[in-house]
């Protein structure tokens, strides 16, 4: 029985400081939906909202139509998975996975039917009756997973589940998470501050910062149509320069450096006079780097990492400025540095943001709420 | 992260009022009385300073308060410098049976205190077997352990301990490589020892030092029994009240003020330099025990077993004296379990008032102690803040003092309590919680909040998630708890002193009594006892813990 999530005008405060001035959007039935900011920017608090163990200052949570605000966590129908487990040392797994089914009053034998189900979804079953202090990281996690999923909650929360995971077990984790969360098909509102686990997981992103909402949109939409300058240097790497946009009968086009420009058709200025200042943010990979050719920007290799898949190379542009900049690796020597060399942009692919405001000036970007 | 919705009311709300209730009931309102008591004295309904012109106009009166401050921190200087190496050479040097020392080294802070005072007189009191044996064999006089000796011996063996095991904490807690940069960067030896290690124990000696002072300062068996002539505050606390000629409940009141005010100023002073000092650490990799060679492992061997000799010696011989024969008073040639006879037939009852009254005031000790451990911790609010302060009151009011404010308060209608098992179990209670309650606060530091909120996401309420989930997980520190407060409730007697009537006699007064009375077979059997029970249930904390160590 899933639900969908709606906030209302949501507001925060520690004592007399507003730590979330007022969020407004929604979570879709069934969707996976991801908090993602850097730490400090509230993603939590408003997760521990939703579950109850934060208090709501101001404003709206509500589960369908049901406003949650004065409701008891225990009464909430939430499942929670935290960022340290915390199971219950002193209970066996079995145990803590019927924890919830005992508090629900249902009959003995269907709690047994339902936690033999959920150990076998997240694959644990020949732990059963092992103490939690005899289990790995890994293994303590799908507890703690089995353990909210069983009582089949309105929403599954899950505040930085990975976090305590080494690397390579935590892509397995997040690959397992998904799965289940889809076998399930239950609303999930996730916290991480890892952008590339964000982009594994989720249905649907909010970027947050400093107790607002930058943007909510699909992993692809943020990476490659960010709202703003924090959304599109949060996500992913980016080079960030400043340079002018000459404007000519509606025309526009981007002044990278004295020789080099590029028209830019889907850009919206709304302005009079002739030249913009504005903030371009490319991409590694936006670049193309090119050391026969004498057209692009001026730039000299500095340093260069080979990664296998790809070769990184850090230039610095005739203006000074210094970017990072990715090309698949190739057999064959790589640039050395202190090379001269061009480097031309993929101009469908970058970004342009206003310079005071830096809200993205790209034509069809949404802010998603 | 602050939790908003701990924060709001339920169950515990009302536990928390409860306990402020009994506090202020048993201890706030009992210690005003006794404040009200110290300033009569005068005209009828009057207040008046009176008692304290008489207490500080007379030498016998405020000499009792030097003699206190002799004693204290005669004490406290004595037992910080006796434990310090003793706790460096436990921890750095290989000592042969080092387990089952500090084992013993615990029993021994864990005896009843004024056992050792009057295991000292056995020894070398005036008919003592040290002293008899001196004048006769060799005619040489063994110095006199009466009086300030005798009291400053007694206590430092007792005391001493205390602060080792806080030192133990201290040291376990300095990671190695702290002692490696040092060496690395030149400092060896003694300077290393100087510059480094004692900076990094400063904060713990300081914290020792206090309990030591506390206990110091009110204890009242030991210059009662050791001290004759050399009348201490609690001493004279104890004389004014009981006095055989209509003792004067006002004085005996108004020296208490001053002993209160007096170890509440310690305190203070304690507290605000120690916060200047405070850090904290924790060792990844502890300092390793080394073996030494030579002189120098000779030494700190013959250290550690001299002070354990010390410490137990004198305790042993008195379960030696236990199974002498005695001819009426005195002991005669030849074995016997006449005593322990003697003892059951005759103060039979303070065994049977020992466990009864000590059970049921662990009991209680130990809930409320979970109880209050638990809102201080997680629901802090002012209201918990204020009880976490009521609570630790009885750390710096004496114990006898604590005894003539609950007699004062309950002694007449409408709350009749004098006299009543009640009272006694009521003082056991707050006198012990200070220390329990610290131990179960610990535990619930110990236990994530994600887990008690684990539990409620599941749908438990907030009094089934602490029964199935908090209470458990504290269950390991709660019996320890138990254990200690049992421990130390058995061998209390200041309060008891004041408090029993010959219904409610417990073995401490019981050996006490028998002591003041010269039945010393009793005495000794009785002590043998007490201390068997002592060690019997230390052995149990030892082993239901899997601990080599005590919190107090």
Same mark, same amino acid.
């Given at each position: 029985m899933s639900i969908s999530i709606n906030f209302k005008n949501v507001i925060k405060k520690y004592n007399d400081i507003t730590v979330i001035p007022g969020l407004s959007f929604a979570i879709k039935k069934g969707e996976f939906f991801t908090l993602l900011g850097?730490?400090?920017?509230?993603k939590t608090t408003l997760l521990r909202m939703v579950a109850g163990f934060n208090s709501i200052e101001g404003g709206e949570i509500s589960f369908d139509d049901k406003?949650?605000?004065?409701?008891a966590p225990q009464h909430r129908n939430i499942g929670m998975v935290f960022q340290n487990y915390?199971?219950?040392?002193?209970?066996t797994v079995k145990k803590n996975v019927a924890f919830g089914l005992s508090n629900r009053k249902l009959a003995k034998e269907e709690i047994e039917k339902r936690v033999s189900e959920i150990l076998d979804v997240v694959q644990i079953k020949q732990f059963?009756?092992?103490?939690?202090? +005899? =289990?790995s990281g890994g293994q303590q996690q799908r507890v703690a997973l089995a353990r909210a999923v069983v009582i089949e909650p309105s929403v599954l929360l899950m505040d930085e589940?990975?976090?305590? =995971?080494?690397a390579k077990l935590r892509v397995d984790m997040r690959n397992a998470i998904k799965e289940i969360q889809r076998k399930v098909g239950i609303t999930t509102v996730y916290v991480t501050h890892d952008q590339e686990e964000a982009m594994a997981v989720s249905d649907r992103i909010a970027v947050m910062n400093l107790g607002t909402i930058q943007q909510i949109g699909t992993p692809q939409s943020i990476y490659?149509?960010?709202? +703003?300058l924090f959304v599109a240097s949060f996500i992913g790497r980016t080079n960030v320069i400043e340079r002018d946009i000459r404007i000519d009968n509606g025309k526009c086009t981007l002044m990278l450096d004295g020789q080099h420009v590029v028209d830019i058709p889907n850009i919206i200025i709304q302005t009079a006079s002739q030249n913009v200042r504005v903030k371009v943010s490319i991409r590694p990979e936006e670049f193309i780097i090119d050391t026969?050719?004498?057209?692009g920007i001026e730039a000299t290799v500095l340093d260069h990492i080979f990664l296998g898949l790809n070769n990184h190379y850090f230039a610095e542009l005739v203006s000074g400025e210094k970017v990072e900049v990715i090309q698949e690796s190739t057999i064959g020597d790589t640039i050395n540095p202190g090379t001269k060399v061009r480097l031309r942009i993929k101009k469908e692919k970058i970004n342009i943001f206003d310079y005071d405001s830096e809200v993205n000036l790209i034509e069809g970007v949404s802010h998603g709420f | 992260m602050v939790s908003n919705w701990a924060k709001k009311r339920d169950v515990w709300s009302l536990i928390t009022l409860g306990i402020i209730v009994l506090y202020t009931f048993v201890l706030v309102l009992p210690l005003f009385t006794l404040l009200k008591a110290s300033f009569?004295?005068?005209?009828?309904g009057k207040l008046s300073i009176e008692y304290f012109l008489k207490f500080f106009g007379k030498k016998y009166y405020y000499g009792a308060l030097f003699n206190s401050l002799k004693v204290t921190i005669a004490v406290t200087i004595a037992a910080v410098v006796i434990a310090t190496p003793l706790a460096y050479i436990m921890t750095t040097i290989k000592i042969k049976g080092k387990v089952y020392l500090q084992i013993l080294i615990l029993i021994s802070s864990m005896a009843p205190p004024f056992l050792g005072a009057y295991s000292w007189i056995l020894l070398?009191?005036?008919?003592g077997v040290i002293t008899n044996f001196m004048s006769n064999i060799f005619h040489i006089n063994t110095p006199d352990i009466y009086g300030f000796t005798g009291i400053l011996v007694v206590l430092t063996l007792q005391l001493t301990p205390l602060v080792y095991m806080f030192l133990m904490g201290a040291f376990k807690s300095i990671d190695s490589s702290l002692l490696e940069a040092a060496e690395s960067m030149g400092y060896t030896g003694i300077k290393k020892l100087v510059k480094v290690v004692m900076p990094l124990i400063v904060p713990t000696l300081l914290a020792g030092s206090l309990l030591v002072f506390m206990r110091a300062l009110a204890d009242f068996g030991t210059p009662m029994l050791i001290g004759e002539g050399y009348q201490t505050l609690p001493v004279l606390i104890f004389n004014e009240f009981?006095?055989?000629?209509?003792?004067?409940d006002g004085f005996a009141a108004a020296i208490s003020v001053i002993v209160i005010i007096l170890a509440l100023s310690i305190f203070l002073l304690q507290k605000y330099v120690s916060n200047r000092k405070s850090f904290s650490m924790s060792a990844l990799r502890p300092i390793k025990e080394k073996q030494e060679k030579g002189l120098k492992n000779v030494l700190a061997n013959l250290y550690v077993y001299g002070f354990l000799a010390l410490a137990f010696l004198p305790q042993l011989y008195v379960v030696y004296t236990a199974f002498l024969k005695t001819s009426g008073r005195v002991f005669v040639k030849g074995y016997s379990l006449d005593s322990f006879k003697m003892a059951f037939s005759r103060v039979g009852d303070s065994i049977y008032n020992t466990f009864l009254l000590g059970i049921i005031a662990m009991i209680f000790v130990v809930i409320i102690a979970i109880l209050i451990g638990y809102v201080t911790v997680r629901r802090r609010n002012a209201a918990t803040n204020g009880l976490d302060i009521i609570s630790m009151i009885p750390y710096i009011v004496p114990g006898s003092v604590l005894g003539i404010a609950l007699l004062l308060t309950f002694?007449?209608?409408?709350?009749?309590?004098?006299?009543?098992a009640t009272i006694l179990i009521i003082s056991f209670v707050i006198r012990r919680l200070p220390y329990t309650i610290r131990s179960s606060a610990a535990m619930v530091h110990q236990i994530s909040p994600s887990v008690e909120e684990a539990s409620a996401s599941l749908g438990a309420s907030n009094m089934k998630t602490f029964i199935k989930i908090t209470l458990p997980m504290m269950l390991p520190g709660v019996i320890s708890g138990a254990i200690l407060s049992w421990v130390t409730i058995i061998s209390e007697l200041s309060t008891s002193i004041i408090l029993y009537t010959a219904r409610t006699k417990t073995m401490t007064i019981a050996i006490y009594t028998e002591v003041i009375r010269g039945n010393y077979g009793i005495a000794a059997a009785l002590s043998t006892m007490l201390m068997i029970i002592t060690i019997i249930s230390l052995l149990l904390f030892f082993k239901l813990t899997g601990k080599k160590e005590v919190a107090i």
């Open positions: 850097p730490s400090g920017c509230g406003v949650i605000n004065d409701i915390a199971i219950f040392p002193h209970l059963a009756d092992r103490m939690p202090e +005899n =289990l589940p990975l976090s305590n =995971l080494d490659q149509r960010p709202t +703003n026969a050719s004498s057209e | 009569t004295g005068g005209e009828e070398m009191g005036r008919n009981i006095s055989e000629m209509g003792g004067d002694n007449s209608k409408p709350i009749l309590l004098s006299g009543t």
